[in-house]
T-cell receptor, first 114, second 112 residues
Framework: NAGVTQTPKFQVLKTGQSMTLQCAQD?????MSWYRQDPGMGLRLIHY???????DQGEVPNGYNVSRSTTEDFPLRLLSAAPSQTSVYFC?????????????FGEGSWLTVV | GESVGLHLPTLSVQEGDNSIINCAYS??????FIWYKQESGKGPQFIID?????DKRQGQRVTVLLNKTVKHLSLQIAATQPGDSAVYFC???????????FGTGTRLQVTL
């Protein structure tokens, strides 16, 4: 994957704990987003950002917060973890313009909430 | 826990045969479509894309066909190889980059 870095790779949380999944890209992409992937399903959009200082909700935003203070970073915060948030999380980034917007994904973060 | 994609539809093909993976999309306003390959434990990897003003696009060993009338997308893989074994997702985009709607995926198994 070209330049999208996610940390941590694996995390176990207790119900009610909070944590932040980090995402950074070094391609100067304007657009960044977070998806979650549950067993037997495709990826579902949590939050996205069209540029620094701008964020918006996706399909499944409840329980998550994001911020975009820089072009490079787009952290995803779980405020009070719940077992339903056990999933694999993917960060993605892309250019905003052009006929083709190739969207690059990170390697994923496996989160288990017990 | 379950691994990702445990209950996905599965397409099994022999090495060297051609594979065809189908996808139905829902939004008639979608103007950009992408096929991704996802190997176990990894993020989706871009394969090929197509805009709504095209019917067909070819890459290296892969072809994407778009039928807007019936909102259907297909991915054809020529001379399928063991390394093609993965889960394949189609995704549609309505203009805002990084805002994709994914299908549920198809697992491709390549037998020797």
């Amino acid at each position: 994957n070209a330049g999208v870095t996610q940390t941590p790779k694996f995390q176990v949380l207790k119900t009610g704990q909070s944590m932040t999944l980090q995402c950074a890209q070094d391609m100067n992409h304007e657009y960044m987003s977070w998806y979650r992937q549950d067993p037997g399903m495709g990826l579902r959009l949590i939050h996205y950002s069209v540029g620094a200082g701008i964020t918006d909700q996706g399909e499944v935003p409840n329980g998550y917060n994001v911020s975009r203070s820089t072009t490079e970073d787009f952290p995803l915060r779980l405020l009070s973890a719940a077992p339903s948030q056990t999933s694999v999380y993917f960060c993605a980034s892309s250019w905003s313009q052009g006929l083709r917007n190739t969207i690059y994904f990170g390697e994923g973060s496996w989160l288990t909430v017990v | 826990g379950e691994s990702v994609g445990l209950h996905l539809p599965t397409l099994s093909v022999q090495e060297g045969d051609n594979s065809i993976i189908n996808c139905a999309y829902s939004n008639s306003a979608s103007d950009y479509f992408i096929w991704y390959k996802q190997e176990s434990g990894k993020g989706p990897q871009f394969i090929i894309d197509i805009r709504s003003n095209m019917d067909k696009r070819q890459g290296q060993r892969v072809t994407v066909l778009l039928n807007k009338t019936v909102k259907h997308l297909s991915l054809q893989i020529a001379a399928t190889q063991p390394g093609d074994s993965a889960v394949y997702f189609c995704a549609e985009n309505t203009g805002t980059a990084s805002k994709l709607t994914f299908g549920t995926g198809t697992r491709l198994q390549v037998t020797l």
